[in-house]
Every structure is written in C-alpha cells, then in structure tokens.
C-alpha cells in the first residue's frame, strides 16, 4: 500500500519534471531536450554562421544559455544573417575593438522574453544588455502594428529593419531574424557631433536615416542631451518595474 503510493507521487514527480522542462528522467537526453543552447538553435536554418560565430567568441552564447536557464524574464535575440554581416561597409568589424565586439553582440540581445505582439507594443526606448562604461544601457526603436504582426526595429544609428521571420518563439527565448545588423551609433560618436535627443512618440516612425531628427531622437549626446535621455530612462525602468509589479 505504501509502496504503491510511493510510487505514484514518484511517477507523479517525474511527469511534473517532464512537463515543466521538458527533460526527461536522468539518462541520455533526447536531442532537444536539456538545457537550451542558442547556438545549436541557430545552427539549425543555416544563415546564421557569422553570428554563431561571435557569440561563441564573445562568449555571449553562454551567458545567454546561463541568462535563460537562470533568470524568470526569458530574453529576447535578434540573429542578423549571413547577408547582414556581408553587408556592412567593408573594415566595419575589423575597425572594432575587442571590448566594442562584445557589445555589438550584447546589442542584439534584450533581457526579457518578447513574443512579436508583446514587442510590437513595448515602451520605447527597449533597453538591451550593452551598455557604456557608466552603465546606460544603448537601447532600441521598436515600432509595429498589432493587427499586421509587423514589427521594425531601429537601432540607434537610425538604420530600420523589419522582422519577417521568427527563428524560436517559445518561453523563455525568443529568437528573431533581422536583415541588417543593429549598429550602436556610440561607435561612430567620435566621429561626428551627435545633436542633443529628443523623445520620439510611440507609435510614431522612426524613419532609417542617418540624418535629421529621428537619429537625434536615437543618438544620446554628451552633455545636457545626455543627462535627459538617463531622466527618459528613468522613467521607462520606472515603468517597467511598475508593469513587473502588476504582472507578478
Ligand atoms: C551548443 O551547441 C554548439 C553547436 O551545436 C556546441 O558546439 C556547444 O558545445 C553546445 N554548448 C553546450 C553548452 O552544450
Ligand atoms: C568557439 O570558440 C572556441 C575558442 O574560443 C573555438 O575553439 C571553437 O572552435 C568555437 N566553436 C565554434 C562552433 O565556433
Ligand atoms: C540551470 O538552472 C538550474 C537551477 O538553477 C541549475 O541547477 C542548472 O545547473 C542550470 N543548468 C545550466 C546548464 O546552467
Ligand atoms: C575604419 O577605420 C579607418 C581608420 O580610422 C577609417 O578610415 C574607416 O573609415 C573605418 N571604416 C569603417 C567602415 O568604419
Ligand atoms: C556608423 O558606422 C558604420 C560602420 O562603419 C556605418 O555603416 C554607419 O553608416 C555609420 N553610421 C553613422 C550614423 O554614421
Ligand atoms: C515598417 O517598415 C516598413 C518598411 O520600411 C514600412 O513599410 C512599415 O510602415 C513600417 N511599419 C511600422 C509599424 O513602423
Ligand atoms: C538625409 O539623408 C537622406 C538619405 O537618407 C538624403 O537624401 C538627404 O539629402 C539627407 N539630408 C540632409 C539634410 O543631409
């Protein structure tokens, strides 16, 4: 009798294990079970080598696999293609340093899960896991339209790129394609003088361009410029934690 009830909640527990990690009982694991790996996930459709490629050396394919398997919020990763990488002018990457290799990675990362409705109607701006010496994360445009199931991205350089395709979507790591990699304008500040930010309404269509007001409101500047756009972050992560709050 007892030994029946053991082994019922045992049967019960291991089922539990299964549904909740999709793991099976210690032993060999299945080839899509364990722990997620977003390398090997990017491996799968075969236009991703170049990013594998840096994740692996940058070693951000680790701590995201760490950051998924760790963390409640999930993360969200735009993969830009092979084409993507082709495209940039030529030196583009050779011109960065080490430290600037990492970041351009961390760019593409966000750390919270996004499906493509939850991003579509985010609060700009979307922070993601780069940031400067002082800790202010370099962040993203997004901008969709709900019912088209549409959205663009817009890194700060004011380049917009439109997700067309949807590598992973489940919880906690979504992964979505992007054609153009999302290039930090603070890698070109020392080149030109950034004009001082200004906010960008929701909704509103922050156009790809390297000129003109929409890079303002992407391109923080030193200075005064700089100081608002930490208050506008304080805000958004105000909100954000607000939001947090009311979801859990
Ligand atoms: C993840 O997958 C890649 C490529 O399939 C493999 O080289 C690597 O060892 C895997 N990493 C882990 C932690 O399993
Ligand atoms: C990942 O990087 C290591 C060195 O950091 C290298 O030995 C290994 O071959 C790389 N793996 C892939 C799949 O690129
Ligand atoms: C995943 O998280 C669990 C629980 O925190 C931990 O025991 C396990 O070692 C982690 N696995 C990896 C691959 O990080
Ligand atoms: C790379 O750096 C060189 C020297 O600073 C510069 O002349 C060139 O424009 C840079 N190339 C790109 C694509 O940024
Ligand atoms: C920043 O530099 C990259 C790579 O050199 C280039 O593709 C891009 O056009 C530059 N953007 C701006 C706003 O100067
Ligand atoms: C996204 O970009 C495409 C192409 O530039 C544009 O036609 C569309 O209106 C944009 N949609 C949104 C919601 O910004
Ligand atoms: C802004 O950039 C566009 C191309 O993106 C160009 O046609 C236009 O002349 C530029 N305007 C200025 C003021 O530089």
Not at 2 to 18: R, Y
Not at 81 to 94: C, E, H, I, R
Not at 95 to 119: E, F, G, R, W
Not at 175 to 194: G, M, T
């Amino acid at each position: 009798m007892a030994k029946a009830a053991l082994g019922l909640l045992l049967t019960l527990f291991l089922l539990s294990q299964t549904n909740a990690q999709t793991t099976p009982a210690p032993g060999p694991a299945a080839e899509d079970a364990g722990p997620i790996n977003v390398t090997a996930i990017l491996a799968k459709p075969g236009q991703f080598s170049q990013f594998i490629r840096f994740l692996n050396e940058t070693q951000v394919a680790t701590q995201i696999n760490n950051q998924v398997n760790n963390s409640n919020q999930g993360m969200t990763v735009f993969a830009p293609t092979d084409n993507a990488f082709q495209n940039l002018p030529g030196g583009a990457l050779n011109n960065l340093t080490n430290q600037q290799k990492v970041l351009l990675i961390l760019y593409h990362v966000l750390p919270q899960y996004y499906t493509l409705t939850t991003l579509s109607t985010a609060s700009n701006p979307v922070r993601t896991q780069a940031s400067d010496n002082d800790g202010k994360p370099f962040v993203l445009l997004v901008s969709g339209e709900v019912n088209q199931n549409q959205v663009n991205v817009t890194s700060s350089d004011g380049v917009q790129t439109t997700i067309y395709n949807t590598v992973r979507k489940d919880y906690p790591l979504a992964i979505f394609q992007v054609d153009k990699v999302l290039w930090p304008a603070e890698f070109n500040e020392s080149k030109a003088e950034a004009p001082a930010p200004a906010t960008t309404p929701k909704g509103g269509s922050p156009k790809g361009s390297s000129n003109g007001t929409a890079t303002a409101a992407a391109e923080p500047a030193p200075g005064n410029g700089a100081q608002s756009v930490k208050v506008g972050l304080g805000l958004v992560s105000g909100l954000w934690v607000l939001c947090m709050g009311l979801l859990f």
